[in-house]
């Protein structure tokens, strides 16, 4: 994960516990699961630049 947002292992690491701390992500075997989306949303600032767009056109997700 680090090297596709150039951080370190150890910064990533890092960060991934301090917001396991805050009860908004649980790690388990190699997996990340969100568990506050709504406030991982609202604590990073996050605009949905995509939420406009008309996206009909392509094909069902398997």
Not at 10 to 26: A, F, P, Q, S, T
């Amino acid at each position: 994960m680090g090297d596709a947002i150039g951080l370190t292992a150890v910064h990533v690491n890092r960060m991934l516990r301090l917001l396991e701390d805050e009860g908004l992500i649980k790690r388990e075997g190699g997996r990340v699961f969100l568990l506050d989306e709504e406030r991982l949303v609202q604590e990073s600032g996050y605009i949905d630049r995509f939420a406009g767009l008309d996206l009909s056109w392509l094909p069902p997700a398997r």
